[in-house]
C-alpha cells in the first residue's frame, strides 16, 4: 500500500526535494551542520563519486556519527569531514565554487542541547557561504526553529539576512506552517544570480 505523503512536508524534507531537482553530478557542495549525516548522505547521493562534499560539524559526536553513515552508504570517497565551526567554511572551498551549502539549525538530537547553533555565528557562516556559493545558481538551504526563545531570534536575524540578499538581486522563498500551537520550523531557500 502506498504511504500518503506528509502535509506540510517537514522543512527537511522540503530542502532536499527542493535541491535534488537542482544539483548535478560532479558538483562540490558543503552541508554546514553535518549533525547525525542525513543531509551529508542525501547530497553525496546527488553529487555522485565526481562531486564533494564538505560536512562541518563542531561536535566528535556528530562528525562520528555522519561518518559511520556515509561509510555506510559506501561515499566516503568524496565526503570531506571537518571537526570545525563552519563560519570556517571559506578556508576549505574556493570563492565562486560551491553549488549548494544547507544548513540544519539548532541542536543534534539525542546529544548536548547545549551545543546549539548560535544568532551571531550563523550569520559570520551565512555571509561566507554567500562568497563560496557560484554567484550564478548556487543555492542556500536555511532551517530554522523559533520554537523556543534563543532559536525565535535566530531565525529572525535569518530571515532577515535573507531579506538583504533578496535586495540584492538574489531569488529567496521561506516556507513553513502557518497557525501551528508553537512558531513551526520553516526553510529558507535562496539561489544567486539568474542561471546556472
Ligand atoms: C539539527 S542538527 C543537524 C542535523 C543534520 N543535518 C542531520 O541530517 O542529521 C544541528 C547540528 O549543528 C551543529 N552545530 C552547532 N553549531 C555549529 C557550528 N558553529 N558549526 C558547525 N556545526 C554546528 C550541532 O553540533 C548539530 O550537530
Redesign the pocket.
Given at each position: 500500500m502506498q504511504r500518503e505523503a506528509m502535509f506540510p512536508p517537514r522543512p527537511t524534507v522540503l530542502a532536499q526535494q527542493i535541491l535534488a531537482g537542482l544539483l548535478r553530478k560532479g558538483d562540490c557542495v558543503i552541508?554546514?551542520?553535518?549533525?547525525?549525516?542525513?543531509?551529508?548522505q542525501f547530497l553525496a547521493e546527488c553529487v555522485g563519486t565526481s562531486g564533494s562534499v564538505l560536512a562541518?560539524?563542531?561536535?566528535p559526536a556528530?562528525i562520528a556519527a555522519a561518518r559511520a553513515r556515509i561509510e555506510q552508504a559506501g561515499f566516503s570517497g568524496s565526503v570531506e569531514f571537518i571537526l570545525e565551526?563552519?563560519?570556517w567554511m571559506g578556508k576549505h572551498a574556493r570563492e565562486n565554487s560551491i553549488a549548494a551549502v544547507m544548513f540544519?539549525?539548532?541542536?543534534?538530537?539525542g546529544?548536548d542541547h547545549g551545543?546549539?547553533?548560535?544568532t551571531t555565528?550563523t550569520l559570520a557562516?551565512l555571509d561566507v557561504a554567500a562568497g563560496v556559493l557560484k554567484q550564478m545558481g548556487g543555492m542556500l538551504s536555511v532551517i530554522c526553529y523559533p520554537g523556543h526563545p534563543a532559536g525565535a531570534t535566530e531565525a529572525a536575524a535569518v530571515e532577515g539576512w535573507m531579506e538583504q540578499q533578496a535586495a540584492k538581486g538574489w531569488r529567496v522563498a521561506k516556507y513553513g506552517a502557518i497557525h501551528t500551537r508553537r512558531p513551526a520550523p520553516f526553510l529558507c531557500f535562496a539561489r544567486t544570480g539568474d542561471n546556472r
Open positions: 552541508d554546514a551542520t553535518a549533525g547525525n549525516g542525513h543531509d551529508t562541518f560539524d563542531v561536535q556528530a565551526s563552519h563560519e540544519n539549525l539548532g541542536y543534534l538530537p546529544e551545543r546549539t547553533t548560535e555565528v557562516a
